[in-house]
Every structure is written in C-alpha cells, then in structure tokens.
C-alpha cells in the first residue's frame, strides 16, 4: 500500500483550509486518510503551520512520500532535517542527543526569523495606518479650507441682507413718525374743536 503525506482540503469556498494526513495514494483527496498529522492555514500571514514532527519522521522512514506542497511544509517545520539525522543515526554518526540538540537549534533559528516577519509586518502595518491617517488629515484640511471661503462669502451676503433688512425696518418707523405726526396736528384741532 503506498502512502503519500498530502494534504486534505477543508474549509469554505475561497477560504481553504487544510489537514495533513498521511493517507493510501489511491484514496481520495478528501477521503480516507490513515493519519492526522498536522494543520496548514494559508488564510493568515505568515501561514499558520502545526505539525507533529514525530509522526511525520515515523511516517517517512515507513517509506510514505509527500507531495511537492507537503514537502515544503514538512521542510518548513523540520520534518526532512530530522529525517536526514535520523538517517545518521541509523548509520551510527550521530546518536538521538547530538539529533536533539541540532534540531532544537535550528527550531530556535527558524523561530526568531518567524518573529522577525511577524515584527516587521506589524511594523509595515502600523507605518501603513499611520500614512493612511496623515492623508485623512490631510484630506480633512483642505475640504475645510475650501469651506471656510464659501462660508466668508455666505457671511459677506448675510450681513448685506440684514443691513438691507434693517433699513427697511429704519425706514418704516421713519414712515410711521411721519404719519404721527399728521395725525397729532390734527388731534390736537379735533380736542380744540371739542372745547
């Protein structure tokens, strides 16, 4: 029975989601698989990777292949290198601390550059909000500044208006005094008249 390392699609349209399974070559993509062996998410950056590094190694000395995707999984987290000093110990080269101890280096080293990329894409991302929020700022001072014009001129025809308001209302008072002051003269004859 071939064994292939592959990987399971799961997940929703468009956003894919994937097991790692150590499954029969002739099964299908999405069926029966032998063994669960991890995790592959490639919705998050950087991806997002679990593996059981053990039971990939057991797998691979049985003889199962990955498929090309697989194996640059595999090889991202460790797999093929600890199948390679497996093989030394196999061989009598190595023995399982001096294995342990090289992986466990080269699993520090990959990590600190994992957290490099992830510092620098916070990084990226906070310098890309930080330019988006100048621009706003930026695109917020200009709408006032073409604002504030048309309200001066607003302002300008208001008090041309009111002034033109208030002389007509001057006007109607000076109107009104005028109209008093023909009926007083001829108040003042009608209370003579009534003497």
Excluded: C
Aim: proline letters at 5%; zero cysteines.
């Amino acid at each position: 029975m071939p064994v292939r390392i592959r990987l399971q699609r799961h997940g929703k349209k468009g956003k894919p989601f994937y097991w790692v399974v150590a499954a029969d070559s002739r099964a299908k993509r999405d069926g029966k698989f032998l063994e669960k062996l991890g995790i592959y998410n490639p919705n998050t950056n950087p991806a997002t990777i679990e593996l059981d590094v053990d039971s990939s190694v057991r797998w691979m000395q049985n003889g199962a292949q990955p498929t090309d995707t697989a194996r640059a999984i595999l090889s991202y987290k460790g797999v093929l290198l600890k199948h390679h000093l497996m093989g030394g110990v196999a061989k009598g080269a190595l023995t399982e601390e001096q294995v342990e101890e090289k992986f466990k280096a080269w699993l520090d080293e990959k990590e600190a550059a994992i957290q490099a990329k992830k510092d620098g894409l916070s990084k990226a991302d906070a310098e890309a909000r930080a330019k988006a929020l100048e621009a706003e700022k930026e695109a917020n001072e200009k709408r006032i500044a073409a604002a504030a014009p048309v309200e001066e001129e607003v302002a300008e025809e208001a008090p041309a208006e009111e002034s033109a308001e208030a002389a007509a209302t001057e006007e109607a008072p000076a109107e009104e005094t005028v109209a008093e002051a023909e009926e007083a003269p001829a108040a003042e004859e009608a209370s003579k008249e009534e003497e």
